[in-house]
């Protein structure tokens, strides 16, 4: 198959690094942990004590010394003093003398000369005043149902670096480190703008050669997802001088302008030209991926803080869907000082047959399912023209494929894009 595109224009890795390579962390803000879920962090994390502080029991029963009762079986009990009790939160008890042990619940201290907790299910009492116990079983070695101090965490040792996403578990670990507050990165503020004077609102009563714009509903709850701050300018006409009231409008609130359509060749495609206008730098302007080979990449210095970058998407639906998940998400990532701002791409198999034109970077959209030797499958949706919001709603992933094209069997391994936060 002859490529359809110019070989001269970049590839998909080669705008990757204009674009999403040169976006630098717009800066960090202190925040109590509670506030931190979801956010990047920017600074390390290090421990601030052991974990756990001391050796604790993992069951209620009975901590000794190993050397002590190591020949005890059910038939051949080994009778031990019981010297006192201990309950998580207590102090540790006082040592351990030869031939005595501590009657103990999980979580709490061994006390010193203790080297193993028999669980109490392993003894029975003495029938006397309680004042000993029968050991009938111990574990196969000494630290057997021990938490020993530091197997956790040990105090100074980085356990968060910058760049990791705040989920749940990384918080508690946080939490776990002595954290009250987190220096997370900065969420940056992206304006919308949808441009064309053929589009409807949402609701708008419909006209003659109009098209109801829904492409601002496909990317504000994908960008919120991954920490933007959301500024709504609407939908603006194909007319350059509202089009510059706009674009001027949003470069002063937003650290990133996101606009769909106008960004091709035809005679009412302005955002190229009114963005270069206003001072704004072109970064890249198409590239050979499809759909969304007119991407359009540009960056505006501003004094006195990070430039504003603007991203000019293609109109139709599945062109916004790859662009969003191949750029602007990571973008967005990236201003928060993300370690790694990709998308999440997984090893898959093609459910069915494939064939593409050579040329570009092709990005199919995709539903996935799990066979039952826990394979991941991948079938392209009936819809693949980048004008159908039909396949953009049933798309599960994006099926990446090389610019060589060709046919792909069922069963072939194929990466796919996880149209989910990483």
Known sequence: MQPLVPPDLPTVEHAWDRIVGACAPLGAERLPIERCAG????????????SPAFDLSQMDGYALRF????????????????RGRVAAGDPPPPPLAPGEAVRIFTGAPLPVGADVVVPQEWTRPVDDDGGCVWIERVPAAPGGFVRRRASDLRAGETVLVAGERLRPGRLALAAACGRAALQVGRRPRVALIATGSELLPPGAPGRAGAVRESNRLLLRPSLEAAGARIIDFGIVGDAPEALAQRIAAARACADLVVTTGGVSVGE????????????????????????????????????????????????NPGSVLTTLWLFVLPVVRALQGA?????????????????????????????REVDAAGCVRVRPCERQVSGSVRAVAAAQVLIELPESGGRFAPDASVTAIELREP
């Not at 050397?67 to 019981?82: I, M, T």
């Not at 791409?345 to 092709?362: D, H, N, S, Y």
């Open 67 to 82: 050397a002590n009762a190591r020949a005890a079986r059910s038939d051949a009990p080994v009778r031990l003093a019981v």
């Open 339 to 367: 370690r790694d701002p990709a998308p999440c791409r997984i090893a898959a198999r093609l459910a069915a047959p494939v064939e593409i034109p050579a040329g570009r970077r092709t990005y199919l959209r995709a539903t």
């Open 39 to 50: 956010r990047f962090l920017a600074e390390p994390v290090m421990a601030a004590e052991d």
């Open 268 to 315: 009412a495609d302005h955002v190229k030209a009114v963005a270069e206008r206003l001072g704004f730098e072109r970064v890249l302007w198409r590239l050979r991926l499809r759909p969304g080979k007119p991407l359009y990449a540009a960056r505006c210095e501003r004094r006195g803080g990070p430039p504003v970058w603007l991203l000019g998407l293609p109109g």
